[in-house]
């Protein structure tokens, strides 16, 4: 059921379906004919133009067969028309009457073939195309698309842009000479690679925005349901990506803090919130100057954690960036639990007495003891971790940061007593404090002690016009302070009272998750850094790649449940090793056939085939014979032998 675009009237678009069972056994259905809509039409009328245009089609090449007309003229001309869209579009095998059949030998097609004729032509990439397209066939996202009213031009528009930026992430421009010259996906989702353009795919890329909260809704529901996700803990962060160029007049890209350290470039900000699957259940595209800790409440409010019947209260894992006392209160008043490390070092806590020191190992078999503790300030359950191999690392890097410190002291120190060196009380000042801010970790436990020259003394070498001129630079580190005393150690808070010091630390770990989506998302979906200078396109462009990140984890989640663990840059390059490929031969009747099937999977293509249970190929073969042309004489020379009247 759809709208028909010429009347306004919702009503059914009717298509010509063929049964049949495949080589597996399993019945399969595919289009023969898109009808359109028949509004024109009763119910009788169509049960008649079926069952006549089955009957001709099953006695297409029995001459001594006469297919019965209807008494209905208007059933008849749509018998002869789809009948002849089935000829033309070569949906069924019609013979040549006037050349005799060659019957095929034990179903086997022999020919005798000049081997010095054949050809390989139009080799294609097909492997990773038609994985992804299975994929998307579970997400059954051509089904929501056919939903919002979307023509199976533009359907198969989408899933072909889709496809690509899974397999061959570029610009848009580069994505279209791909498809063009490279790919089969055409081949697989039906669409016209002779319209592919640049401009066709910005455009698919917009409309496929403009439904992004219901089809991210869609997909949500459709991934729990697939693969039986309850959403019991959800994990929240924010990374961002920055832009070349300018962006002068862009409402989103705005100068932040750039966690890939581009301070010279504007940023925008992606938040999402995600299961511990890997499956997105909300996102948000947020201005580039956006603080983590400002962005939680939108998406707890939006948040879709009820995509499965589960009564149980949901989860929030965040990091401690966010984990402010008020995003923490908000949390619990909107019916969910948080866990998050505490923005700061417990200084006054107690150990509970009843508490029991739990040793757990990293997937470095490295040991990490747990121990609950309590604090004065509130009653929410901490969780002191101490892991000797993150002391021994902060170890190290304390003592860097401390020889860099004190190796930059003495250089502003020697100074004083260079010619021409800094000596000026403010600017020695503004050198010390600009260190201070490199290394804030480190100055803390440092004291240091500016002396300048005494102002009865008025030598000129003392002092440069009327400014004082420091005479010496001392710094020495505080007593009784260990810095490296609390290396190693952080703590966990959550408002969960019931759950023993394991399942909390494993509960914890699962935010790795959303830090391992972000890398595919930025590296293996080339998400950053971003050209396009609009905003429009800007946020179109990621929501493409959110998508095609649906399609990534719902490959690589069922791959890893069946123990094969590769990155997506290796799934691509596995499946890349399966092509689609064109042979042409010319045979003892020199005709010429063309043969079009794809290549056998390798080993490994059928082990990740057999892993996702996916098809192998998405056709068996096709073939195609081209006659040899009849010898015309010239029409002068008829025209000599013809005899005169």
């Known amino acids: ?40 039409l009763s119910a009788d009328q169509l049960n008649a133009i079926q069952k006549l245009l089955t009957e001709k089609v099953k006695h297409c090449n029995d001459p001594l067969f006469s297919c019965t007309a209807a008494e209905d003229s208007t059933v008849n001309e749509y018998v002869n028309r789809f009948y002849n869209h089935l000829v033309s579009e070569k949906k069924i095998d019609v013979f040549d009457a006037k050349k005799p059949l060659k019957k095929p030998k034990n179903g086997k097609d022999i020919q005798k073939i000049d081997v010095n004729s054949i050809k390989n032509k139009d080799v294609r990439e097909i492997g990773s195309e038609w994985m992804c397209y299975q994929a998307l066939e579970q997400l059954r996202f051509d089904k929501f698309l056919e939903k919002q009213g979307w023509s199976n031009k533009d359907i198969n528009l989408a899933k072909t842009h889709l496809i690509s930026r899974a397999v061959y992430p570029a610009s848009e421009y580069t994505t279209s000479k791909w498809i063009k010259e490279n790919s089969s996906v055409c081949e697989i989702t039906g669409t016209d690679i002779t319209k592919i353009t640049k401009d066709q795919l910005y455009r698919i890329s917009n409309k496929l925005f403009s439904v992004k909260e219901a089809l991210e809704n869609h997909l949500s529901h459709r991934t729990n349901e697939l693969f039986d996700i309850q959403d019991k803990i959800v994990l929240y962060d924010l990374t961002n990506t920055y832009f070349e160029g300018r962006k002068e007049n862009s409402c989103l890209a705005k100068f932040g803090r750039s966690k890939e350290k581009r301070s010279d470039a504007k940023l925008v900000v992606l938040a999402m919130v995600i299961n511990v699957e890997g499956f997105i259940k909300y996102s948000s595209i947020l201005e580039g100057n956006m603080a983590d800790s400002k962005t939680l409440e939108g998406m707890i409010n939006n948040l879709r954690v009820k995509t499965s019947e589960s009564s149980k209260k949901a989860l929030v894992v965040i990091d401690a960036g966010i984990a402010t006392e008020d995003n923490l209160k908000m949390i619990t008043s909107k019916g969910y639990d948080y866990l998050c490390v505490n923005r700061v070092n417990l200084t006054k806590y107690s150990i509970d007495s009843e508490a029991k020191t739990v040793s757990v190992y990293d997937n470095k078999k490295r040991k990490i003891e747990l121990c609950k503790v309590k604090n004065e300030k509130n009653n929410d359950y901490y969780l002191k971790v101490e892991s000797q191999a993150k002391k021994l690392k902060e170890r190290s890097m304390n003592e860097q940061f401390q020889y860099r410190f004190e190796e930059g002291l003495q ?25 201070k801010q490199k290394y804030p ?18 030598s000129k070498t003392k002092k440069v016009g009327q400014q004082a001129i420091v005479k010496s630079i001392k710094w020495n580190v505080k007593e009784n302070i260990d810095i490296n005393a609390r290396n190693g150690v952080y703590f966990l808070r959550t408002s969960l009272m019931e759950q023993n010091e394991e399942v909390l630390w494993h509960f914890y ?42 399609v990534v984890n719902t490959i690589r989640f069922q791959l890893k449940s069946k123990g094969v663990n590769h990155g997506w840059k290796e799934i691509v390059r596995t499946m890349n090793t399966q092509k689609a490929v064109t042979t042409v031969a010319q045979n003892i009747d020199e005709e010429i056939i063309s043969i079009r ?46 005899p005169p009247v």
């Open 597 to 642: 099937r794809c290549s056998e999977p390798t080993p490994k293509v059928k082990q990740l085939y057999d892993a996702l249970n996916y098809r192998y190929a998405p056709f068996t073969i096709k073939k195609s014979v081209v006659h040899k042309p009849e010898i015309k004489k010239p029409e002068s020379l008829a025209r000599q032998e013809s």
């Open 509 to 550: 770990n699962t935010i790795r998750e959303i830090e391992a989506s972000f890398r595919v998302l930025k590296t293996d979906l080339d998400l950053r850094p971003i050209y396009h200078k609009s905003d429009s396109a800007t946020m179109a462009h990621l929501h493409l790649g959110l998508l095609a990140y649906w």
């Open 441 to 458: 970790s480190i100055q803390k436990y440092y004291n240091i002690k500016v002396e300048e020259f005494e102002d009865s003394q008025n």
């Open 411 to 435: 250089k502003i120190s020697d100074s004083l007593s260079k010619k021409g060196g800094v000596k000026k009380t403010d600017k020695v000042h503004q050198r010390i404090g600009r260190l």
């Open 1 to 40: 059921m759809r709208t028909n675009p010429q009347t306004g009237i919702y009503s059914g678009y009717y298509r010509l379906v063929e049964s049949y069972r495949s080589e597996t056994g399993r019945v399969c259905h595919r289009t023969m004919v898109n009808a359109g809509f028949l509004d024109d």
